[in-house]
Structure formats: structure tokens, C-alpha cells
């Protein structure tokens, strides 16, 4: 099942011109089945010359799954962007989220 940040994203992605697919979860969950792409990434997005590789998480992410992302980064072609995607309700607001997009290239 997806959450509802991830449908979030991709409807977001969709509206500003994106083509855009997220890895099918299978219907009963088997263990050690990849649920994401490259155990990294939820959605995929695509529009023209952009090809956008993105994390989608709530509030927390762990240090090791950026590291991942990091290292992941160094070794997509170039023009590939890598991006963390988390979702977290404002502080003033708990009826809103805030959105917090975190691009790694490389270097």
C-alpha cells in the first residue's frame, strides 16, 4: 500500500508536467521483496531532458538511508537528480504539512 505522502508527491509532480511511476507493492508482502526502486527510491518522475530519481518519507529519515542516497547520487548519469522528498505537519498548524525537498548531486 502506498502512504499518502507518496501519492502526495506524485500528484504534486503530475500537475507541474511530470510523467511520473512508483514501483507496484505487491498485494501480499513477501519477505525481502524490493518495494522500492533500488530499495531507495518511491517514484520516478520525467518531463522532457529532467529525469528525477525521488526518497518520499514522513517526518523521520534515518542518517543511512541519506548516506544511501548520497552515495546513490554518485553514480546515476549525470542529469539525474536524486531527491528526498519528507513530509512534516508545521509546527503552528498541525493541519498542514510542510515539505522539505532535499536534492543531492554530485560532487
Not at 3 to 11: A, V
Not at 69 to 96: A, M, N, T
Amino acid at each position: 500500500m502506498r502512504s499518502k505522502f507518496e501519492i502526495r508527491c506524485e500528484k504534486t509532480l503530475q500537475e507541474q508536467g511530470y510523467m511520473t511511476d512508483y514501483k507496484i507493492r505487491p498485494s501480499i508482502p513477501m519477505k525481502n521483496a524490493p518495494v522500492d526502486y533500488f530499495h531507495l527510491g518511491d517514484i520516478l518522475a520525467v518531463k522532457q531532458d529532467e529525469f528525477r530519481f525521488i526518497s518520499v518519507k514522513g517526518a523521520h529519515c534515518s542518517k543511512q538511508h541519506k548516506q544511501d542516497l548520497h552515495d546513490f547520487s554518485q553514480i546515476v548519469p549525470v542529469g539525474v537528480s536524486v531527491e528526498l522528498w519528507r513530509y512534516s505537519r508545521d509546527l503552528k498548524d498541525k493541519r498542514k504539512l510542510r515539505t522539505k525537498i532535499t536534492v543531492y548531486d554530485r560532487n
